[in-house]
């Protein structure tokens, strides 16, 4: 009797684990089909990266309001600076925005914290793996999306309850893994079971029309955000943006494992040659302390980083954020419309 008894309890458990499976199941198709843009509960399916000392409530805002999800970097600034940001935020929106916190932040454990308590619709991450803070801020009903640039990471990210993967390829403009976009996207998307959102070298419609075709769901924009008119960086940076060519950015860093993506001047000069010479990786890290402040906030862009995507060769407008999206989709649907005709209307091949 005690072991029908368990028999029926562990088969009775089963189904019960086989059907809670089946529902995930359904579940996670679901989410599947959904875009990123009823993820975030926003108009277009467009993350402004978070961009430290640059994405501050002026452009979060700005995006918002023109109906892609604006991002507060966080950099490396904290808690109570972040806050003071989400409330100014607050004040020139009503529309979901979230906040990207770079997990080598020294204040990162304080801010994660205050993000659970102001419910932040969503949390972006780089630099790492956020498993220490997921399950504090999902709890908090906060979408969390890490940003990755290897397979391997977006797996564990996405078993780990990631609900959308940021995958950035070699083109973007900062901090930059090796793989590029192209290369990147369909190999992701192959192996997660969540919406996958491209970054790196997007700019205009073909970009997004590109990204979804290679199985994004979504795009992150960075580059062509730093010349919107409400992104409070230097003009002389915003120029350099304006005047760059295609061959114009290089990664710095290289030597010590972390590259930046940034546009050739005299500071990026220096440091590859100081790079080639062998500088040791804490030397390297004090000669860059303060570069990118340098650029931002002084519009210093000789010897500040000025970093940036490859795709700068292709911003040529300062504009408000909101006709920088609205252009982007009008044309990524035009493309998208047009599709039949790539091998000739109606023709099979
Ligand atoms: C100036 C600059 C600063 C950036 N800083 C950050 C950052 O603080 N955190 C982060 O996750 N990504 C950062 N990024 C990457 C962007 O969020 C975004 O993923 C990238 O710019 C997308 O590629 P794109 O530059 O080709 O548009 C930065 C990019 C730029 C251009």
């Known amino acids: 009797m005690a072991d029908d008894l368990t028999i029926q309890g562990s088969l009775s458990y089963n189904c019960l684990g086989i059907k809670r499976k089946i529902n995930d199941r ?24 978070g961009m430290a000392w640059i994405a501050n409530y002026h452009l979060a805002s700005a995006v918002s309001n023109g109906g892609g999800l604006g991002l507060i970097a966080a950099g490396s600034a904290d808690a109570a600076f972040v806050k003071g940001q989400i409330e100014k935020t607050r004040e020139l929106t ?10 080598m932040n020294p204040h990162v454990d304080e801010i994660m ?11 972006t991450t780089g630099a790492g793996n956020p498993g220490k803070y997921m399950s504090m801020l999902k709890d908090a009903g906060i979408r969390v999306c890490p940003v990755v640039a290897s397979v391997a990471l977006a797996i564990r990210l996405a078993r780990g309850g990631a609900d959308a993967i940021i995958a950035e390829g070699t083109e ?21 079971g969540i919406p996958v959102v491209a970054a790196g070298g997007i700019a205009d419609g073909r970009g997004i029309a590109a990204a979804y075709m290679l199985g994004a769901k979504g795009v992150q924009v960075g580059t062509a955000f730093l010349v919107a008119e409400e992104c409070q ?23 010590t ?14 440091v590859l040659s100081l790079e080639k010479q062998g500088i040791d990786p804490e030397e390297f ?13 002084d519009g210093d862009v000789v010897n500040g980083s000025v970093m940036s995507g ?21 044309e990524a649907n035009d493309i998208y419309e047009n599709r039949h005709t790539l091998f000739g209307a109606g023709r099979a091949i």
């Open 310 to 330: 490859q795709i700068a060769g292709m911003v040529k407008r300062e504009e408000t954020a909101a006709k920088i999206i609205e252009k982007m989709f009008r």
């Open 94 to 103: 009503d529309k979901p925005f979230g906040v990207n916190v770079m997990l």
């Open 257 to 270: 494992g972390h590259p930046v993506r940034v546009l050739k001047n005299r500071m990026s000069k220096d």
């Open 113 to 123: 914290r205050m993000l659970a308590e102001e419910k932040v619709a969503v949390v």
């Open 26 to 49: 359904k579940r996670e198709c679901k989410h599947i089909m959904k875009d990123v843009s009823e993820l975030f509960g926003v108009r277009y399916p467009i993350i402004q990266g």
């Open 233 to 255: 960086i230097a003009q002389a940076y915003k120029d350099m943006i304006l005047k760059a060519r295609d061959t114009d950015t290089v990664a710095t860093g290289r030597s």
């Open 285 to 297: 890290e004090n000669r860059m302390a303060g570069t990118l402040r340098a650029a931002v906030v």
């Open 172 to 192: 973007a403009g900062g901090h930059i893994g090796e793989l590029t976009t192209m290369a990147l996207i369909p190999q992701i998307a192959d192996a997660v």
